[in-house]
């Protein structure tokens, strides 16, 4: 059977995690045509735009894309999360998968781990939020999960 082809927008700062996503998808999801954007701001407007059925997201982002001009602005540990915010006030529907490296995240002095982002997420976000994967550049296990999670999209 074959897929139709489907937009997504890979929002990754880090460029080994990026090489490694697009390898994966390219091998396992050909139909998946991804764009690639390394900010907040360069994400947003994209998707302002252009559809996305997928977003695969990184929690912490820069505001603005790092170039030799531009340090990116300051730094934002949920630039992934002010992206679903996003998403969620103007009522965009993309399917959103987080590719995050951290466990915990520090929010007003708590950290908060992966789980825990999950359950908020699943809660605040529920008719886009698809799930949290935990990359890992020793482990396939990250590809296993990301799969699993597309493969749950695409039913």
Do not use: H
């Amino acid at each position: 059977m074959s897929k139709q082809f489907t937009k997504a927008l890979l929002v990754e700062d880090d460029q080994f995690k990026e090489a490694a996503i697009l390898e994966f998808l390219q091998t396992d999801f050909r139909y998946i045509e991804v764009e690639v954007r390394r900010s907040l701001t360069s994400a947003i407007t994209l998707i302002k735009n252009e559809n996305v059925d997928y977003i695969f997201l990184d929690m912490s982002l820069p505001t603005f894309d790092v170039s030799v001009n531009e340090s990116g602005g300051r730094p934002n540990g949920f630039g992934g999360w002010d992206l679903m915010r996003y998403l969620d006030a103007k009522k965009i529907q993309s399917n959103v998968i987080v590719v995050t490296q951290f466990e915990t995240f520090e929010l007003n002095d708590q950290n908060l781990t992966i789980d825990t982002l999950k359950i908020i997420f699943s809660e605040k976000y529920k008719k886009i939020f698809k799930g949290i994967v935990k990359y890992d550049s020793i482990s396939n296990l990250w590809k296993t999960e990301l799969k699993r999670l597309i493969e749950n999209v695409s039913k």
